[in-house]
């Protein structure tokens, strides 16, 4: 198969998604419909052997389809990465360091591959699939173990000089606050982020001010996962529910910051701490955004929850493939 | 003349800066070299007739260029306003709402003509007069009484949904912090700008803490301007560079999350203030861009002064009117 002549009717594609504990492979027809999924692990038992469990995840989910020939490979992946070589520049929780991902994928499967930062894959699956697709400037804003975000201007995902521009989890949002895994200090990630709220609850149950907290999860704050901060909430643990809608704010605050810089005409949340308590969150955000954007600028701007669930990444990177190979 | 027939060959162009205090227009040949130039105060004496200024001020430059064919005009005005449509939409400095500026001149000198917020337009200016040109995404920091920022990405002013994008000095660095003149609390505006400074240097003198800027401008804020910081600095007062260096270091702040966010090749810092007090401004700048932006993101960034003086409005301005003229 010459990689020249399938661009004029590319027939099915892959969208690969590659978390920092799970991977997902899905091919998609011309229509985008599901010709065959696979979900798998990122490292087996020893922590090892991601590369191979990226090649196992697609081969899975061709077979499911049938083998069928296929045009192009996209990929979302955690960051930093260059997405104009798709090299991984940096993946700790992959054990990846200078991994030239596209390329060894391309190698193999003789097809043109993209590579993109899961986030910003997430965003524009989000934006492509939705009715967003009428916005030109969209924020997407996932909090999460971290925060991450994408930035679509004219249509486009904005990747900047160094290829890594949407660092908005490292904003910094309270001079002097708490410190991040990053290494600096007081960014959004570290004051809103699961990890961040967890630290906060596992606080309270210490106290002992958070009785379902404590039962279900004792002080561990890796144990305080969405699910219990949302059930905890129900039950009408106050404090934690305070914990929670001050974090929210705080992304509000920094949605309301993007919004005076960027101008956009939608910000998406999404993630498992904003699918648990989606309410709360569009409550909280819509407050930091109407204290903090400036009144002409935050004037009609969609604030919602992303539709798509775990589609979304391999989906947007089916998109992305799709278009390279349109200009090709 | 008909607008449709001087597109190919544009003869002499018009820029424009119209601020809040003052106005210039400078007609410019096709290398750019000036052939008229005129300069007024904004306002008259009992505060109206900016809108007849704007034309007297265009008709002075034409006069002393010897009333050539010009082919546009490009104006930069404080906004916020619609680049699209060229209507003022409030500067209450000049008592325009809703002022379809754009229009009015259009239809007066029957050439097209582009308005612009005058921070993106002196952004531009800088962008395409300089060799910041062979950049393709930048970004303008401008403080003054306010702070005005202009965002360009690859090579095109950011406009955004509402078309005010760029917001720079509102956006929220100290969480609850002073009151800013746009209502909101703790806007860079509010803890940077040279009213921000003044006032804290005004508390100084009032506590017998800066005995030159006591015995030079009393109390009063409004005399504390930039020449005289820097040389209170100068001499030695201590306290006076202490309060400069903390608002220089939250432009930094600032500039740390714009690159965390858009990742530009160069930041570029204009105005007054840095006029006067280059060195230490950079020296702070750089050292909140080193504490708050991504070491992955900060790498091989340009962070300097602009290089243009009193011109780079008119100038971005012309160079705004002639790009529009060769994509007619």
Redesign the interface.
Known sequence: MAVENITASWEAVVGVDIGGTKMMAVVYDRNFNKLGVSRKRSRDKKGGDSEGRVFTVINEALQEAGNPVISGIGVGSPG?LDPHTGVI?DTPNLGWKNYPLADVLARSYKVPVTVDNDVNVGTYGEWCSTDLVH???VVGIFPGTGIG?G?I?NGKI???????????G??????DGPYCG?G?RGCLEAVASRIAIAKEVAALAAREDAPFILERCGTDLSEIRSGILARAIELGEKKVEGVVRQAAYYIG?AA???I??????AVVLGGGLVEAMETLFLEEVNRGVK??A?P??R???QIRPARLGDDVVVLGAAWLIVEYLQTM
């Open positions: 930093p520049i916005c030109r400037h975000g930035i201007l904005l990747h900047g000089f160094s290829g890594a521009a949407g660092e908005v490292h904003m910094t949002v309270v001079p990053c600096k605050m309301g910051n993007l005076n810089i960027l101008s956009p005409e204290d903090h400036m002409y600028l004037r009609n701007v």
